[in-house]
């Protein structure tokens, strides 16, 4: 039997209902599989900071580096800024493993109703791969006459040819293992920003030259975001920097129906370190504590930490239970507006994989 150690962070708000939820997904596949899961469970996030007065204690990466892989609920408390979490755990996580790679994939599960008129289930179907370790969020900056009337603020997008050409070559490589239309779009803001993007557009020209079957295209951010409300079922890849596509990914997510659907992996494509899987929708307050929660995101981000442990057969069956407890509509979580609790929808999921 193949046993992973799986860290577990749990987080804050729904983290703490959703993450149990996909636990019990990766232990009844577990069983199918002849695999096991070892789950080392660390009760960091804002209840850690409340009483020490930081996110995650100073040895935090070190007890993660041992372990395959890190399932991650949720970060966020309505009462601690928000740059204060995300520098505080989830950032240096993503720096530390060197997690250059977001992949955000955007599909409209047959049974879910977009918000948009004309996509049925199926027609949108797409990943939005950012850059995840550089860029706008490289915390480069300080503040000067900090908390006076002339205080200044410097915030410096950090760019290199490397980070840009490995993030690129991976949204390529990822089109060419699709199925679909093979096609990678780069999202950039060039007219404006006349160094780092025009950096980012000539590294993506580089790269292309390299995949001559891969159809390319280039867009400004702002067109970005327009034509995936007009024309979602154009894309297939899409690659851009931390900033634009952390806000693209948003908008990938709601046109597919729900933020709780909307899975994400931050891989060390080099295997060096270990990836980490969460959903996108964070610790949302405002349901939390309720039961009400969608699982769906956190069990399709469970999945796609199964495939990349090779667990290939084993994640397409989570995906494939997730669809078609999808596509019955019987049993839904109220964001897709039904009145199911968390607990049902997994039990449902649980009752597909048999």
Same mark, same amino acid.
């Given at each position: 039997?193949?046993?992973?150690?799986?860290?577990?962070?749990?987080?804050?708000?729904?983290?703490?209902?959703?993450?149990?939820?996909?636990?019990?997904?990766?232990?009844?596949?577990?069983?199918?599989?002849?695999?096991?899961?070892?789950?080392?469970?660390?009760?960091?996030?804002?209840?850690?900071?409340?009483?020490?007065?930081?996110?995650?204690?100073?040895?935090?990466?070190?007890?993660?580096?041992?372990?395959?892989?890190?399932?991650?609920?949720?970060?966020?408390?309505?009462?601690?800024?928000?740059?204060?979490?995300?520098?505080?755990?989830?950032?240096?996580?993503?720096?530390?493993?060197?997690?250059?790679?977001?992949?955000?994939?955007?599909?409209?599960?047959?049974?879910?109703?977009?918000?948009?008129?004309?996509?049925?289930?199926?027609?949108?179907?797409?990943?939005?791969?950012?850059?995840?370790?550089?860029?706008?969020?490289?915390?480069?900056?300080?503040?000067?006459?900090?908390?006076?009337?002339?205080?200044?603020?410097?915030?410096?997008?950090?760019?290199?040819?490397?980070?840009?050409?490995?993030?690129?070559?991976?949204?390529?490589?990822?089109?060419?293992?699709?199925?679909?239309?093979?096609?990678?779009?780069?999202?950039?803001?060039?007219?404006?920003?006349?160094?780092?993007?025009?950096?980012?557009?000539?590294?993506?020209?580089?790269?292309?030259?390299?995949?001559?079957?891969?159809?390319?295209?280039? &867009?400004?951010?702002? $067109?970005?975001?327009?034509?995936?409300? !007009?024309? /979602?079922?154009? =894309?297939?890849? %899409?690659? +851009? *920097?931390?900033?634009?596509?952390?806000?693209?990914?948003?908008?990938?997510?709601?046109?597919?129906?729900?933020?709780? &659907?909307?899975?994400? $992996?931050?891989?060390?494509?080099?295997? !060096?370190? /270990?990836?980490? =899987?969460?959903? %996108?929708? +964070? *610790?949302?307050?405002?349901?939390?504590?309720?039961?009400?929660?969608?699982?769906?995101?956190?069990?399709?981000?469970?999945?796609?930490?199964?495939?990349?442990?090779?667990?290939?057969?084993?994640?397409?069956?989570?995906?494939?239970? %997730?669809?078609?407890?999808?596509?019955?509509?019987?049993?839904?979580?109220?964001?897709?507006?039904?009145?199911?609790?968390?607990?049902?929808?997994?039990?449902?999921?649980?009752?597909?994989?048999?």
């Amino acid at each position: 039997m193949k046993t992973f150690t799986i860290a577990v962070i749990a987080g804050d708000g729904v983290g703490i209902e959703v993450i149990p939820q996909a636990k019990r997904v990766l232990e009844r596949i577990g069983k199918k599989h002849d695999i096991s899961f070892a789950f080392q469970d660390f009760e960091w996030g804002a209840e850690h900071f409340f009483r020490w007065g930081r996110m995650m204690p100073a040895g935090a990466i070190d007890l993660l580096q041992p372990c395959d892989a890190i399932l991650l609920g949720a970060v966020g408390h309505p009462e601690i800024a928000d740059h204060t979490t995300l520098n505080g755990l989830l950032l240096p996580i993503r720096r530390a493993f060197d997690q250059y790679a977001n992949v955000r994939p955007a599909y409209l599960y047959p049974g879910v109703v977009s918000p948009l008129a004309k996509p049925r289930g199926g027609d949108i179907d797409f990943v939005v791969v950012r850059e995840n370790t550089e860029g706008e969020y490289a915390q480069v900056g300080g503040f000067v006459y900090q908390l006076q009337p002339e205080e200044v603020a410097i915030q410096t997008s950090v760019f290199t040819r490397r980070g840009v050409e490995r993030i690129v070559r991976f949204a390529f490589e990822l089109a060419v293992s699709r199925e679909k239309k093979k096609k990678v779009t780069s999202i950039t803001k060039s007219n404006a920003q006349g160094y780092s993007m025009v950096l980012w557009d000539r590294t993506f020209d580089e790269v292309a030259r390299q995949f001559p079957g891969i159809e390319t295209e280039s &867009l400004l951010v702002d $067109a970005a975001a327009m034509n995936f409300i !007009r024309r /979602p079922e154009s =894309f297939d890849v %899409v690659v +851009g *920097s931390n900033l634009f596509c952390d806000i693209l990914s948003d908008i990938s997510a709601i046109i597919i129906g729900s933020m709780g &659907l909307a899975a994400s $992996a931050n891989l060390d494509p080099l295997r !060096r370190y /270990p990836s980490m =899987f969460e959903p %996108v929708h +964070g *610790s949302a307050p405002d349901i939390a504590g309720k039961g009400v929660v969608n699982p769906l995101a956190t069990i399709l981000s469970a999945g796609m930490m199964l495939d990349h442990l090779q667990m290939g057969e084993a994640a397409r069956e989570v995906e494939a239970a %997730v669809a078609a407890v999808l596509a019955e509509g019987q049993v839904r979580t109220p964001d897709l507006g039904g009145k199911s609790s968390t607990e049902e929808v997994t039990s449902a999921v649980l009752e597909k994989l048999g």
